[in-house]
């Protein structure tokens, strides 16, 4: 059978709403004034197919129940493309990483767990960008981050609060979107809801990785791989060295109608604790639950702290709502994406320290230049040693779970300093493949001038 692509002569406007599933009545009174009352729900014309008969999965490998033990047999994996750099996660860190390895001129190949790029800056409805300004106040991240804080400065609805100085928030879908956009034009090759569960490793060299789909277990080989996955899932099953700690682990909401509070009733009323944040939105508040500290390794804890979080954050809003002139707030949404913070942290060849920051250390192989939230400390630089793993090659890390001491955590996991290890990361990797080397060999000079060619700040 013949298929229609949108965007094709092919396409016309009956198939499209055919495709979405409205009837062309229903669809067009949908901009008539009539349309809030309208019911356009599950039905209309569908198209369903039989694409095979009576399969059985290729690639079977199903785990067996030996003396009551699980085995699961040694197989050989289908290969689902090959490619210069692989980043697995497409967080802040993962996001920025692949589209600087790829203007860098490397092919690039992006996989993510979930339908939706951005990590826990949208899936985790973290909107508040903080950690690009050092005291001045001067704003130190920028290349790839700051290109993106511009591009949604151009979008309507999408980011507000961008002044010198300032911590700007931004709106969830706007950062999806404009994450499709940029990643569309690096021309970067992207396999989502794939889910990396292993490395591909020879002699302590990472190779590639594994990841488990609908469409079951396959591999991707890449000459380097950048681990930008938040947990450092990649680089700790290559076997690389890493510090397991625990953090708070919370779970963001939006709450909405703040613009409908009745101020006159509202006067005399105690005020509710947790209104949360403005969002570009009016009216529309982001709410960020800290939670306790916990292992966001372990599925018992992740799993309790979803469901436990859930019911607080319910309960929450309707005590709000029983608070005279706060009856038109409500949950707009709870973050489909659990709030962990902080898991395993990469043992590099060197480390983001603290007295770096207090005695304004500089390295000669700095690749970023990190800030902080109101502009209370100096500038801390990033060497590339804290992307580097002490012993295994080919994987950089990227992100929330680079090298850093624990006292720097805070600092290093905030979105703009991922986007700026993200950046190194890509750059680092992309040099590494065009001088055929191992990452941690890469020519550091090089790197830097990539670096700045692509406008990052390295002081
Ligand atoms: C509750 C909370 C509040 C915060 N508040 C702020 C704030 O106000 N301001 C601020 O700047 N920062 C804040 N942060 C920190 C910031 O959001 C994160 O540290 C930052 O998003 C980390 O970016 P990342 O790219 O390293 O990782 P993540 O954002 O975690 O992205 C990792 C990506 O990798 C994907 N992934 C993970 N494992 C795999 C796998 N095995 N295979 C494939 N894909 C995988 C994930 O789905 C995700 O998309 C907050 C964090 C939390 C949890």
């Known amino acids: 059978m013949k298929q229609k692509t949108p965007g094709t002569n092919e396409w016309n406007r009956r198939d499209w709403l055919r495709v979405v599933g409205l009837s062309g009545l229903a669809a067009g009174s949908l901009g008539s004034a009539g349309a809030r009352s309208q019911t356009v729900g599950e039905s209309g014309h569908f198209q369903s197919s039989v694409i095979a008969r009576d399969v059985v999965q290729a690639q079977r490998a199903e785990a067996m129940l030996i003396d009551g033990r699980v085995i699961q047999p040694r197989r050989e994996?289908?290969?689902?493309?090959?490619?210069?750099?692989?980043?697995?996660?497409?967080?802040?860190?993962?996001?920025?990483?692949?589209?600087?390895?790829?203007?860098?001129?490397?092919?690039?190949?992006?996989?993510?767990?979930?339908?939706?790029?951005?990590?826990?800056w949208t899936g985790g409805l973290v909107l508040l960008i903080l950690g690009h300004i050092v005291k001045g106040p001067k704003q130190v991240c920028q290349g790839i981050g700051e290109e993106i804080m511009q591009r949604l400065d151009g979008m309507e609805g999408a980011i507000i609060n961008r002044r010198k100085g300032q911590n700007p928030s931004v709106d969830a879908e706007a950062v999806k979107y404009l994450m499709v956009e940029m990643v569309e034009e690096a021309d970067i090759q992207v396999f989502l809801h794939c889910w990396g569960v292993n490395a591909v490793v020879q002699d302590q060299t990472v190779r590639g990785a594994v990841f488990e789909s609908k469409a079951g277990r396959?591999?991707?080989?890449?000459?380097?791989?950048?681990?930008?996955?938040?947990?450092?899932?990649?680089?700790?099953?290559?076997?690389?060295?890493?510090?397991?700690?625990?953090?708070?682990?919370?779970?963001?909401?939006?709450?909405?109608?703040?613009?409908?509070?009745?101020?006159?009733?509202?006067?005399?009323?105690?005020?509710?604790?947790?209104?949360?944040?403005?969002?570009?939105?009016?009216?529309?508040?982001?709410?960020?639950?800290?939670?306790?500290?916990?292992?966001?390794?372990?599925?018992?804890?992740?799993?309790?702290?979803?469901?436990?979080h859930r019911k607080f954050i319910w309960k929450d809003i309707q005590k709000t709502r029983r608070i005279p002139g706060y009856e038109n707030v409500y949950l707009a949404e709870t973050a489909p994406q659990l709030g962990v913070r902080i898991t395993r942290v990469l043992d590099g060849v060197n480390r983001i320290r603290f007295d770096a920051l207090k005695n304004h250390i500089s390295y000669p192989d700095v690749v970023?230049?990190?800030?902080?939230?109101?502009?209370?400390?100096?500038?801390?630089?990033?060497?590339?040693?804290?992307?580097?793993?002490?012993?295994?090659?080919?994987?950089?890390?990227?992100?929330?779970?680079?090298?850093?001491?624990?006292?720097?955590?805070?600092?290093?996991?905030?979105?703009?300093?991922?986007?700026?290890?993200?950046?190194a990361a890509g750059v680092a990797a992309a040099v590494a493949v065009q001088q055929g080397c191992r990452p941690r060999e890469a020519d550091i000079g090089r790197i830097q001038k990539m670096l700045r060619q692509?406008?990052?700040?390295?002081g």
Request: with cysteine; glycine share 12%; charged share 20%.
């Open 77 to 120: 994996l289908p290969v689902l493309a090959q490619t210069d750099v692989l980043v697995v996660g497409a967080g802040p860190a993962g996001i920025v990483a692949a589209i600087a390895a790829r203007r860098a001129g490397a092919k690039v190949t992006l996989v993510e767990r979930y339908g939706h790029f951005g990590g826990l």
């Open 368 to 423: 970023g230049v990190g800030g902080a939230s109101n502009a209370e400390h100096g500038e801390w630089q990033i060497p590339y040693g804290s992307l580097v793993p002490e012993t295994v090659d080919n994987v950089l890390a990227a992100g929330r779970c680079v090298s850093a001491e624990a006292r720097m955590a805070d600092l290093v996991r905030l979105i703009p300093n991922c986007f700026v290890t993200g950046h």
């Open 218 to 308: 396959q591999a991707i080989l890449a000459k380097v791989v950048i681990d930008a996955s938040g947990d450092g899932d990649i680089f700790a099953a290559a076997g690389a060295e890493f510090e397991h700690r625990s953090h708070n682990i919370g779970l963001v909401s939006r709450i909405a109608n703040l613009d409908r509070i009745d101020p006159d009733r509202a006067a005399d009323a105690p005020q509710p604790r947790r209104l949360g944040s403005v969002t570009p939105v009016a009216g529309v508040n982001w709410v960020n639950l800290t939670g306790p500290e916990a292992d966001g390794l372990d599925l018992a804890t992740l799993t309790r702290m979803e469901l436990n």
């Open 454 to 458: 692509q406008k990052a700040y390295l």
